[in-house]
């Protein structure tokens, strides 16, 4: 490609608009500047093999700024430091259930779509939408670029991770055209309506609706197919519960490991059922599932036993109270469109693929 030909011009007007975008940024100190910072230049040297301009990659770099407030944010995160009452609190108001319920009135082809093709219901594509940022209108003002360099070449035990991320959000950068420093995000790379890091952005985001673009910064309608595709592709079950609501004794007995929401349902009905824990009737023996307890305040608590649908959404974080609050909110949404949630609630049979 040639600069006089119109594809090199549109491309060089490209690049030029991308570099006053970083310099408008008000880079100054050039913290990864990749003549001067090895592990910088070497990952510019590994996407510059991979076709991704030498030059764009370069000035990308030396424009992105190191950001401590990044990594302090990351030790700080609600999942690790708050009750189930105080975090369920956060995002179980009366605003975030009537804008879910909205929402979805707003783009019900895309949700009909979505439920059709991935098997979520719109209730739960939503709840993640509301919980991540409001349906939109909260998707962070931290700098993508400055938060993955800063956690990728700083992060006292996670930088290999958050190196990958950056790579990704470098590649992702460059393929749709887009200014890498007029990207924002949370504290840890997160973007978009649904919080996508920039891996998953590139498994999993899909182009909902046909425009040629997997737009998940500005487009719902992408955002409402790549949630429901990510859940999908994480093993989501169609019409099978997401957890059963359960009696226990007054303290989480012994031995049973709970809220270990990192890992799939293992425990048996029969050990849970041996520890106190009242069974759903119809759940054989053998059934494996993720005990979770939530200290409900004053020293008492509340028992749920998760499905595969409970850990799928941990796969989008973690945290047993993230899928709580996801879950809840779920069926607020419903409660607020006049819809049962019975593909939340515990049932009295499973379905077959879920026993």
């Not at 009909?112 to 098997?119: I, L, Q």
């Not at 999908?232 to 519960?241: C, L």
């Amino acid at each position: 490609m040639t600069v006089s030909s119109p594809q090199g011009k549109r491309w060089m007007a490209w690049l030029a608009g991308g570099l006053l975008a970083l310099s408008a940024a008000g880079s100054t100190a050039a913290d990864f500047d990749p003549q001067r910072h090895g592990e910088a230049r070497r990952l510019v040297a590994e996407l510059a093999e991979r076709g991704i301009d030498r030059d764009w990659l370069e000035a990308a770099m030396q424009a992105a700024e190191y950001r401590q407030s990044v990594l302090d944010a990351m030790s700080g995160a609600a999942e690790h430091r708050l009750t189930w009452p105080e975090y369920r609190a956060i995002f179980l108001d009366e605003a975030r259930i009537a804008n879910g319920a909205a929402f979805i009135a707003a783009h019900p082809d895309a949700f009909a779509r979505a439920e059709a093709d991935f098997g979520v219901p719109p209730e739960v594509i939503a709840a993640i939408l509301g919980v991540e940022t409001r349906y939109g209108e909260i998707t962070g003002r931290h700098r993508v670029l400055d938060s993955l360099s800063t956690l990728a070449f700083h992060h006292p035990s996670r930088g290999r991770f958050f190196r990958g991320e950056l790579a990704a959000f470098l590649e992702i950068a460059f393929e749709q055209q887009r200014a890498p420093g007029s990207l924002t995000g949370s504290y840890a790379g997160a973007m978009g309506y649904p919080q996508f890091i920039p891996t998953s952005y590139r498994a999993y985001a899909v182009d909902f609706d046909d425009d040629g673009l997997r737009d998940l910064w500005t487009n719902p309608v992408d955002a409402i197919g790549s949630v429901g595709n990510y859940f999908a592709e994480h093993g989501w079950r169609a019409d099978a519960p997401i957890y059963h609501a359960v009696e226990g004794p007054a303290a989480p007995p012994e031995g049973i490991e709970f809220n270990r929401a990192a890992r799939p349902p293992a425990v048996p009905a029969a050990r849970l059922a041996a520890s106190g824990l009242e069974m759903p009737g119809a759940l054989a023996d053998d059934h494996r599932l993720l005990p979770v307890a939530l200290e409900a305040g004053e020293g008492t608590w509340r028992y749920v036993l998760g499905e595969q649908n409970f850990y799928v959404i941990t796969r989008y974080n973690h945290s047993h109270l993230y899928a709580m609050a996801v879950t809840e909110l779920a069926e607020a949404i419903a409660e607020a469109r006049g819809r049962k949630a019975g593909w939340l609630d515990a049932a009295d049979t499973l379905p077959e693929e879920a026993s």
